[in-house]
């Protein structure tokens, strides 16, 4: 059974996973604050974020790929089944430094799939067994408590596992867009040299948020493994 501390409190939900969701708090506040930011700076040569997106593709020597307007704040991605580029309204016409950093990102997915980067690949191939594997965990030990039966509470946590790997693989495809697009905003010259820190600050911040995700999804694993893991189920 888990530790648990005063009044019930199960302590490793404290200790493992609240100091994580804290951190994925901040990383979300960062991101949002560091784009406001320098959505507020216009780039010097007018550039708009479907015109940055554009020119990371051309840079590498992708074609084929549409860059389209979507509706919301912070909705950019690239969508490989149709490959289109989709750019939120506070990116695609906006000239911002922001903008830029946040298009050519998007546009740094579409160049890993072009390249064939491997890590993007098997998160591809992983996304329907992990989505299944995250919906699935928790009505798995939950059934397996009520049945007293320690192969679905298995179950249950290999299932969740499935979601720390997915997290675990998008770290690097992450990190890797933003590198793929700081390179070509450098070597493009699509910012001036003093507006570059700007935008590896807000792709910097944007990457905490994964960095965040996966130590909570860690931080969860640890604690069912630590309440579960000692305990002899199949008796």
């Keep these: 059974m888990p530790y648990y501390g005063f009044y019930g409190i199960d302590m490793y939900y404290i200790v493992l996973v609240v100091p994580c969701i804290i951190l994925a708090f901040w990383a979300q506040a960062r991101v949002k604050s560091t784009f406001n930011r ?3 700076v216009l780039n010097r040569r007018g550039l708009t974020g479907a015109q940055a997106a554009e020119a990371v ?3 590498n020597g992708v074609t084929g790929v549409r860059v389209e307007w979507v509706a919301g704040k912070l909705t950019d991605h690239f969508d490989p089944r149709t490959n289109t580029i989709r750019l939120s309204n506070a990116v695609y016409s906006s000239t911002s ?3 830029v950093g ?3 990102h998007e546009a740094g997915h579409a160049v890993q799939y072009a390249v064939g980067y491997f890590p993007i690949r098997l ?3 992983i996304i329907p067994v992990t989505q299944f594997g995250s919906m699935a965990a ?3 030990i939950i059934l397996g408590l009520f049945m007293n039966s320690g192969i679905l509470i298995d179950l249950g946590i290999w299932a969740f596992a499935l979601s720390t790997v997915f997290q675990l693989v998008t770290l690097p495809v992450e990190v890797n867009a933003s590198n793929r697009a700081l390179a070509a905003i450098e070597q493009g010259g699509l910012l001036a040299e003093d507006e570059y820190p700007m935008a590896k600050k807000t792709l910097t911040a944007a990457a905490m948020t994964y960095f965040a995700a996966l130590a909570v999804s860690l931080a969860q694993l640890l ?3 630590l309440i579960f893991g000692g305990r002899n ?3």
Aim: net charge positive.
């Design 223 to 225: 604690r069912l493994l």
């Design 38 to 40: 320098y959505s507020q």
């Design 233 to 235: 189920r199949h008796d």
């Design 123 to 125: 998160r591809a191939a």
């Design 57 to 59: 593709l051309r840079q």
């Design 138 to 140: 928790f009505p798995l």
């Design 102 to 104: 946040v298009a050519a």
């Design 97 to 99: 430094v922001a903008s």
